[in-house]
């Protein structure tokens, strides 16, 4: 499994719609989960999104030299705004993945991406930008995705998030609360819908029943054929960083303790004796 430090480094190897996983678990958690053939069955991500398929679908303020993240996501998160509109916004949205990646990693979470095994996409971001203005549109015109992304990005480019589906997707059923006329897209539930639409997973799969955390756990399809690659690739924060929190957390943890055994003492103390030394029931 590659592992980076440096999100220009990580980032090159990123191409159009591959998947990318976030976790709040602390890294060195999150590479234990990381096996040879996916995530563990009891990883610990919290959200996903899509690398953006910049040259594929037509956007505001568009800068094809920045990787950016397709995702549906609650308002306002981390405070990074939507590139198109330039505010801050709930549901469908397109962000600029460095500096999610940035204010993810001062947090001590991880990023990873999963790239798909059987796609179309010829070309990784990178190499994109290094095509010629001829060549770039000869490789759109001759992809059948082209077409498939651009009709996805016009119908659902106004989605707002579906924070009820918190409710579904991880297994927590609320009938009062989840209808069948909820048409709002929950982060998991529009990657799933996506790659169905692009014919990367099996349109069998019930998109509201499943959670970032079974995406980071995939195995295979319902043909048993996986949609990934097994390695991901995964962004987190310098060791060095990572050793001078876990000292920092270490000690604070353990004042906390000497503090709560401090309380506990006092308090069984003033429950058996008085001010004056004599026993106090």
């Not at 060195?28 to 053939?37: D, E």
């Not at 563990?40 to 991500?45: A, K, Q, R, Y």
């Not at 204010?103 to 971001?125: G, Q, V, W």
Request: proline share 3%; charged share 25%; with cysteine.
């Amino acid at each position: 499994m590659p592992i980076y430090t440096d999100y220009d480094e990580w980032s090159k190897n990123l191409g159009p719609c591959d998947i990318i996983l976030f976790t709040k678990k602390r890294v060195n958690n999150c590479v234990n989960f990381c096996k040879p053939n996916g995530l563990g069955l009891h990883s610990e991500w919290v959200h996903v999104g899509v690398v953006c398929p910049t040259n594929f679908i037509d956007f505001e303020n568009k800068d094809v030299n920045e990787t950016y993240i397709l995702e549906s996501k609650i308002y306002g998160s981390r405070g990074i705004k939507d590139i198109r509109t330039n505010k801050l916004k709930g549901g469908l949205q397109i962000r600029n993945l460095r500096e999610i990646a940035y204010k993810n990693l001062k947090k001590d979470y991880a990023i990873a991406c999963y790239k798909i095994r059987y796609n179309k996409f010829k070309y990784s971001l990178e190499e994109e930008r290094n095509l010629s203005k001829e060549e770039l549109e000869k490789y759109l015109e001759n992809n059948f995705k082209v077409a498939s992304l651009r009709y996805i990005w016009k119908n659902w480019q106004s989605s707002s998030y579906d924070w009820l589906n918190c409710y579904n997707a991880p297994g927590f059923h609320n009938s009062d609360c989840i209808t069948q006329k909820n048409k709002r897209l929950f982060c998991s539930e529009f990657v799933i819908n996506l790659y169905q639409k692009i014919s990367i997973i099996d349109t069998g799969l019930d998109s509201d029943l499943i959670g970032p955390q079974e995406l980071g756990d995939w195995i295979g399809d319902v043909m048993g054929d996986s949609p990934f690659y097994p390695d991901c690739y995964l962004l987190k924060k310098k060791p060095e960083l990572n050793r001078q929190n876990t000292i920092h957390s270490k000690a604070k943890t353990f004042l906390i303790k000497c503090y709560w055994y401090w309380v506990v003492f006092c308090g069984c103390g003033t429950s058996k004796y008085n001010g004056s030394g004599e026993a106090g029931y």
